[in-house]
């Protein structure tokens, strides 16, 4: 059985918001929504980039929320959702993380098609941020959502549907081997029933013995149940709690 842990959760009431956007949950109010959903170990985030509605001294204040004396921190980690470079770095880095005191860095790749119209020239920008991430950084714990922002070409109507098949099987071969090899873990981030390829993907995390993280990559507490969903169905796939990441620094 696998133990229910989510350590994708996002704190945003710290971003700095456009007018008339909504405030976003603290950290108290998403640890209380996830263990609310049931879940055994909490991770809390925000992201890392060059976004301007997250600059770094929102993540201080998240932090300082964190390590507050009222905070509750059993069972419960602070991260960073750091966006990947092409070099495979991470907009973190090490010394974000020692100055944050974070349990663990997850890192991730947000593109969209404004940014790269072509969905082959997203894909082969994602595949080798990934690979070099896993190949050279020794900051990131946990590869984000994998190819997770495909989805936005479809609803662009750029491809009719996004799916795992439109990944060229040998990314997906070299990042679970590098993956394997390096003992990054990969992260559930979807429950896709009808994605057979996807399916094989999870498969062969299974089978190869790699690290995998489960997150529900909740912005809002209504978001926090996700988790439950994805870990009964890792469970079904056969997903094994002694490949199940848990953080390795932990400070609290």
Not at 216 to 236: M, Q, V, Y
Request: charged content about 25%; aromatic content about 10%; glycine content about 8%.
């Amino acid at each position: 059985m696998l133990i229910q842990s989510d350590y994708h959760i996002h704190a945003s009431y710290y971003r700095v918001k456009r007018p008339g956007a909504a405030e976003g949950p603290t950290a108290v109010e998403q640890q209380k929504a996830a263990r609310d959903a049931g879940n055994i170990h909490v991770g809390i985030l925000e992201h890392c980039n060059n976004s301007s509605a997250h600059p770094f001294h929102c993540l201080e204040e998240l932090a300082d929320e964190f390590y507050s004396p009222e905070f509750d921190r059993r069972n419960t980690y602070l991260g960073v959702e750091a966006d990947l470079n092409d070099d495979g770095s991470d907009a973190c880095g090490e010394d974000g993380r020692q100055k944050l005191q974070l349990d663990y860095v997850i890192g991730s790749v947000h593109l969209n098609p404004k940014m790269i119209p072509d969905v082959n020239d997203y894909i082969k920008v994602e595949y080798n941020r990934i690979k070099n991430t896993i190949l050279h950084n020794r900051n990131v714990d946990i590869i984000g959502h994998p190819f997770g922002e495909g989805y936005r070409y479809a609803d662009a109507n750029i491809v009719e549907r996004w799916g795992f098949h439109l990944i060229p099987q040998e990314f997906l071969a070299e990042i679970i081997d590098l993956a394997g090899k390096n003992r990054v873990a990969l992260e559930l981030n979807r429950c896709d029933m009808d994605d057979e390829v996807y399916i094989k993907f999870l498969h062969d995390i299974r089978d190869r013995g790699v690290l995998f993280s489960i997150g529900s990559d909740a912005h809002f507490p209504e978001g926090c149940p996700d988790a439950a969903l994805r870990t009964r169905w890792a469970e079904s796939l056969g997903l094994e709690e002694k490949n199940h990441w848990q953080p390795r620094y932990v400070i609290n």
